[in-house]
């Protein structure tokens, strides 16, 4: 599982992040965005750089920007551990993974619902993780799409058991299940864990629904 900040209360983030990471969170996932690519703005370094001495979590940031060969290195600077870019602001997406690697961080790519998973076929095998977008993204708290599930299914036979597989967008109790069982082995979940009144109790319920969802037997 991997909390996604932005349905936390900004006001107070660095308790939040605190509260999931004692409650057994490993991943932080953090959405970047500018106002362009996507039709919102959340936050960036500054904020990222003064969460980092709070946290010991992996920083998963999902940077939905139009120029991540430009912003990369301040992310990474910034303490990120990976970088998730879109192919769709990506003409030439070896540069983009070339340059994240460079800076000593890990690499990720995504791709929006309307986006087919072809488009990322022959450099799927040069990245650490492969994010499949299962909302547009933007804004937290909108509804699975079902068509990621085939999209899931066609990436995990393309990559090899050390690269990831993230889903995000939608996962809650309702659909931890169906990704999971389509390949997924990271999920980012914003509202279903930070827009919960107990946090931690809400992301154990879906830790546990996703690990029945692999051992359907299991006492
Ligand atoms: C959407 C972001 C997501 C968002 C997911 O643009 O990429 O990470 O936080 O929110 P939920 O889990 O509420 O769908
Ligand atoms: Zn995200």
């Known amino acids: 599982m991997a909390p996604s900040l932005l349905s936390a209360d900004f006001a107070r983030l660095a308790d939040e992040v605190q509260r999931v990471e004692a409650g057994g969170a490993e991943v932080l996932h953090l959405d970047v965005m500018d106002g362009h690519f996507v039709p919102n703005i959340s936050f960036g370094v500054p904020v990222i750089e003064k969460l980092r001495p709070a946290s010991k979590m992996f920083f998963d940031t999902h940077l939905m920007i139009t120029d991540p060969l430009e912003y990369a290195e301040p992310f990474a600077k910034a303490g990120c551990n990976l970088l998730t870019f879109h192919i769709e602001v990506a003409p030439e997406p070896m540069a983009v993974i070339e340059h994240i690697r460079s800076l000593g961080v890990n690499v990720g790519i995504t791709l929006n619902p309307g986006t087919p998973a072809s488009s990322l076929r022959r450099v799927a095998e040069a990245v650490d993780l492969v994010l499949v977008m299962s909302v547009w ?52 979940a914003g509202s279903a864990v930070f827009g919960q009144p107990d946090p931690v109790a809400a992301m154990d319920e879906l830790q546990a629904l996703s690990e029945r969802a692999i051992r359907p037997t299991s006492p």
Request: charged share 25%.
């Open 137 to 188: 993204p933007g804004f937290g708290g909108q509804e699975f799409i079902a068509s990621s599930l085939d999209k899931l299914r066609e990436i995990r036979s393309w990559l090899g058991p050390h690269q990831r597989l993230e889903v995000d967008g939608g996962i809650g109790p309702e659909t931890v299940v169906r990704v999971v069982r389509a390949g997924a082995d990271t999920l980012v």
